[in-house]
């Protein structure tokens, strides 16, 4: 079974610094990326994805993401953060065999920006 | 507004109770799932439901009991739960078929806690 991983769990910065969170997918095959964000009492929300083309793509709030197929990763950035930033932001993955509706996501990544 | 909403939004229960969560979604999607978030932990996928059709059971115990009467509701009934088994519980949506991207909008959420 596929599995994601994002390695920080808790990242803590300051308002204009840069940011870049890690996530890494064990699934072999062709595969449909996102990245969702969950602020503080609000629902789960589409950040950006990514299913072809460019591998590098943008998304809302001035965040993107790369996807790097040799190394099975998917980071997201964002050149300078805001302190309403401040949310839990996950990385899911869907394989486009098998069972498509089988989003997998990580276990999260709490970001806190200080003003 | 999300187009996927849950009630309750908070729900308190026993043991012994039987409660039940709704889910509806009003953006036209033919899938529907019901998701476990636990502190510190991966979303885990319980249920899925295509088309009415119940197409994925993640290894849940049978004190949750899904219920689809028509691709715009979803329902989770509650029975003799445990401790354990106090989380979030998120409702998500999608739309199926050829050359469409499987992202899922989610619902807010029910809290629940078991005493």
């Known amino acids: 079974a596929q599995s994601v991983s994002q390695h920080n769990h808790h990242v803590i910065l300051s308002e204009a610094a840069s940011l870049e969170l890690g996530c890494n997918y064990s699934y072999g095959g062709t595969v449909n990326l996102f990245w969702y964000v969950q602020y503080p009492g609000q629902h789960l929300q589409l950040l950006l994805k990514?299913?072809?083309?460019?591998?590098l793509v943008k998304g809302i709030k001035g965040f993107e993401a790369e996807f790097i197929k040799s190394k099975f990763s998917f980071n997201l950035r964002k050149p300078s953060v805001q302190w309403s930033d401040t949310a839990e932001y996950f990385c899911?993955?869907?394989?486009?065999?098998?069972?498509?509706?089988?989003?997998?996501f990580g276990s999260g990544t709490q970001l806190t920006v200080l003003p | 507004e999300t187009g996927v909403t849950q009630t309750p939004r908070h729900l308190v229960m026993g043991m012994t109770n039987k409660k039940s969560l709704k889910c509806e979604q009003h953006?036209?999607?033919?899938?529907m799932y019901w998701y476990k978030q636990s502190a510190k932990k991966p979303l885990e996928l319980m249920f899925v439901y295509n088309f009415k059709e119940q197409t994925e059971n993640n290894s849940v115990p049978s004190r949750f009991s899904p219920e689809c009467p028509n691709s715009s509701h979803l329902f989770l009934h509650l029975h003799t739960l445990q401790p354990e088994d106090s989380a979030l519980y998120l409702c998500a949506s999608s739309q199926e078929g050829r050359g469409k991207t499987y992202e899922q909008y989610f619902g807010p959420g029910t809290r629940l806690t078991v005493t």
């Open positions: 899911a993955v869907n394989p486009l065999s098998g069972s498509a509706r089988q989003l997998t």
């Open positions: 953006l036209g999607h033919n899938a």
């Open positions: 990514y299913f072809s083309g460019d591998p």
